[in-house]
């Protein structure tokens, strides 16, 4: 290398003074004179904004105090409320800040009414009497009659005076169309003068109110579209008032008369002769239900679906053959059935009618083939035979109640199993059936895949049902649920089971908290992911030293946290097998020390001790 080149390298670079210059005159400017009046403190502010670089004649400093200037200016302004005397040229005028208006604190009344009966609507009638309360216009939306429409004093019966429910009923008058006072028995004379205000009920239910006669009847005339009534339990019904349902609510199609002391058959008959789109009858514990005349006008109207006769001791096998054939039925040669029309019931209630047997449901069977609910609870006559010739001819059946029926035993079972309605079967009470065991219980859990309730109290099962159950339930699979969580797929009651151990129960909470296998991934397609089926558990009422573990180890399963669930059975079973194990060595304490005093004692009866020697005593 050269002299020369080298002293050219080592020689300093000498900035160009044109850069520092343009650098120098290079001031910040806003992008748009509007944002600058939100303030130094604003998102928008001055300061920050570097949108626009001018170019303007003048030092940096001149330029970086004329615009701290006109920031603080406006800031002034602002903070004033006021605009500046000697507004600065370049600074341009802006419009009068937005005064925020006064919102009135009652926003009601600046609403339309139809938007505040709208806004109303959401509320409950319990935070509508409350709402009334506030002033006197917004009581008068809140007692609207557009409110009441539904009245149901389900969730508030016992807490609202009659006054009040008085004033509620009288001021909605004919808005109110669902009308429920079950359980109201402050009303009493007063509703007598509102009812005439009542016109347009389309449901009424009067259970349990203590109600007059005349205030029923007047109740009755003035609504004549009337689809639902609930009569249950009441003192004032009678057979007058029943003449009055059947000439004035021609429309009926849902009537509950139960325990109603005061009347009979007769007036059940009336009703079923005019209201000829009655669908659902519940007359439980009627007296003289065994009419003939009665029961031949069900017959012949054939358009009861839901019949609920629970109670009627004075039914016999007998009146359910006049039920469903009538009382001259004209009996088939070659089938050697009657040639009567199949009735169209789909619900039957017969719980404790003490007076029927097998004969009674042989006169059923071929003759419901709709029937979705039977409830033969407390029917103590019923046998195997009588109720597997009837489940032969039951297809749709889903609910099946036989509680407290001691005659049934696993053979039954054993049939229900086999039976056509048994993939369709959903609850089953056989609760205090004695005879009832794994042998019966095992292949019904087994068939019986859409089984969702099932109560076994007071049964001789065991844990290897539980076990079976356990297994079957785990199996289910729903093919349209995209939910990885569990959900409880069967309600197995076992109370006072003296044959279900710690040990079968352990089995049932181990199945509910077993890991599956949730996604799937395609061989064909890896970006294909398939959920799989959701898997159902067990909700298991037991003996109540247990209980509270079983929900707790429910809740945790439902939660999807299987690790907690896990631990907790782990952690009880281990307190089980404790428990066990000092109960057992107690018990072989006291089997010692019983034998080591039967040794001690002589067989004397003066209980004197034997000598312990180590020789033989000589007589």
Known sequence: MSASTAMLHDAPVVKRRTRRRLLNRIGRASSSPHLTELGADGQYSARNSVSCISLATGSRHANTERHAARIAEKDAVIRNGMSSNAPTAAVPRTAPLLQHRNIPRNFLEILPGEICLQVLGYLEPKELIRCSMVNKALGHLCFDGQLWSVLDTGTFYKKIPAYQLTKLISLSGSFIRYLNLRGCVQLQNEFYAITATCNNLVSASLEGCSLSRPTVHRLITNNNHLIHLNVSGLEAVTNVTCKHIAESC?????????????????GIRRIVESCTFLTDLRAAECLGIDDESTLESIFKTNTLERLLLGGCD????????????????????????????ARRLKHLNLSKCRGLTDLALKHLAYNVPNLEGLELSHVVELTDEGVSDLLRTIPK????????????????????????????????????CENVSDEGMIPVIKN????????????????????????????????????RKPRVGLRLVCFDCVNVNWTGIQSVLSGNSTHTTD??????????????PCREVIHLKCYYGWQKTADQHLKLVLRGDMASAKWLEDRWADHMTSNEDTTQSSRRRRRRAREAAMLDFDDNLDGRRRRRTGGCSIM
């Open 314 to 341: 004075g039914l016999t096998d007998e009146s359910i053959r006049i039920l469903v054939e009538g009382i001259e039925a004209d009996i088939d040669p070659l089938t050697d059935r009657t040639t009567a029309p």
């Open 519 to 532: 996604l799937k991934i395609g061989k064909s397609n890896k970006n294909s992911i398939n959920l799989a």
């Open 397 to 432: 059946l889903s609910h099946l109640d036989l509680e407290e029926c001691s005659n049934i035993t696993n053979d039954m079972l054993v049939e229900l199993s086999k039976a056509q309605c048994a993939k369709s079967l959903r609850h089953l009470q056989l609760s205090f």
């Open 250 to 266: 021609r429309q009926l199609t849902t009537l509950d008369i139960s325990f109603c002391a005061n009347m009979d058959a007769r």
């Open 448 to 483: 019986c895949t859409a089984l969702r309730n099932l109560e076994l109290d007071n049964t001789r099962i065991t844990d290897a049902f539980l076990t079976e159950a356990s297994t079957a339930v785990r199996s289910r699979a729903s093919s349209n649920s995209t939910s």
